[in-house]
């Protein structure tokens, strides 16, 4: 799991990443030192969960990706299963080449769960 991490870490522009269970309690990490993993893991919780909550009062399909833009930087969440893969990168981004490593990323998270 943290080798997957690790890999993921060396997309250009990917500043960190990790797995949050969907209770928000973090599963592993490989994350900046300048962030705090357990206030980033609440807050996918708790994000993806709304969005989810959304997305099946509109009789949509379940919650793939979610990508927030801020000043600073780009947050991704992804369904990996067993949590949710987060990701941190820097605000000059390639928006699909992470998608991209993500998907990848998760593809291994599943086969080795």
């Not at 250009?12 to 797995?19: A, E």
Request: hydrophobic share 45%.
């Amino acid at each position: 799991m943290y080798e997957v991490l690790s890999d993921l870490n060396k997309a250009t522009g990917v500043t960190g990443s990790m797995i949050v269970g969907h209770d928000g309690i973090v599963i592993a990490a490989d994350l900046d030192a300048g962030f705090d993993g357990d206030t980033i893991g609440a807050l996918a919780a708790s994000i993806t969960s709304n969005i989810q909550k959304s997305l099946e009062r509109l009789d949509t399909r379940p919650l793939s990706q979610v990508t927030i833009e801020a000043e600073n930087g780009k947050l991704f969440f992804g369904d990996a299963g067993l949590g949710i893969l987060v990701v941190t990168t820097e605000k000059e981004v390639n928006i699909g080449l992470v998608r991209l490593e993500m998907k990848n990323a998760i593809s291994k998270l599943r086969v080795s769960a």
